[in-house]
Antibody, heavy 120, light 110 residues
Framework: EVQLVESGGGLVQPGGSLRLSCAASGFTFSSYNMNWVRQAPGKGLEWVSYISSSSSAIYYADSVKGRFTISRDNAKNSLDLQMNRLRDEDTAVYYC?????????????WGQGTLVTVSS | QSVLTQPPSASGTPGQRVTISCSGSSSNIEGNTVNWYQQLPGTAPKLLIYSNNQRPSGVPARFSGSKSGTSASLAISGLQSGDEADYYCAAWDDSLNAVVFGGGTKLTVV
């Protein structure tokens, strides 16, 4: 089955760190660019980060630049998001999303999401 | 404050046609393609329209997209109760080097 499964979410104190993972299966992971997108409770979608298939191109939203690091391991079909210096406003459901081979940044496959709660 | 502007809500009756607008600028919509996503309550977003007006396999022809200048629109014809969802537009922004989303439009079928 073609799917993305996120893990690693949980409760963390402000200033703390958390590492999210996304396991891909059912498709050739190494051929696809990948993204992280988040959604704060009751709010809209916010793009977080992008990594190209070979990790040669990486982009971040200004809101997370310098604090979050995206990475991937094509041999393990996995995508990670290392989140440091977490803030209250980082509380959200974090989705990993696949960038379709057709179109431009058309996210055609999404995981179920993992909830990150930043609170003391 | 989202970079792309959408109306917060829209509504229609079953069978009706509704449109949702998405307003941007020369650095995003005008120079890049627009994608639309549908998020049903409690679920992950789903790609609805890509490259301004293309439908992924499995998306009914009732859904269509268009773009003109710095604005884009999503049209839904033959409205159904199952179309009740949040709809988001998105595009790459050349100035921000980032994907930008609209704030989302909550569609109600009354």
């Amino acid at each position: 089955e073609v799917q993305l499964v996120e893990s690693g979410g949980g409760l963390v104190q402000p200033g703390g760190s958390l590492r999210l993972s996304c396991a891909a299966s059912g498709f050739t992971f190494s051929s696809y660019n990948m993204n992280w997108v988040r959604q704060a409770p009751g709010k809209g979608l916010e793009w977080v980060s992008y990594i190209s298939s070979s990790s040669s191109a990486i982009y971040y939203a200004d809101s997370v630049k310098g604090r979050f690091t995206i990475s991937r391991d094509n041999a393990k079909n996995s995508l990670d998001l290392q989140m440091n210096r977490l803030r209250d406003e980082d509380t959200a459901v974090y989705y990993c999303a696949r960038d379709a081979l057709w179109g431009f940044l058309a996210l055609d496959l999404w995981g179920q999401g993992t909830l990150v709660t930043v609170s003391s | 404050q989202s970079v792309l502007t959408q109306p917060p809500s829209a509504s229609g009756t079953p069978g009706q046609r509704v449109t949702i607008s998405c307003s941007g600028s020369s650095s995003n919509i005008e120079g890049n393609t627009v994608n639309w996503y549908q998020q049903l309550p409690g679920t992950a977003p789903k790609l609805l329209i890509y490259s301004n007006n293309q439908r992924p396999s499995g998306v009914p022809a009732r859904f269509s997209g268009s773009k003109s200048g710095t604005s884009a629109s999503l049209a839904i014809s033959g409205l159904q109760s199952g179309d009740e969802a949040d709809y988001y537009c998105a595009a790459w922004d050349d100035s921000l080097n980032a994907v930008v989303f609209g704030g989302g439009t909550k569609l109600t079928v009354v």
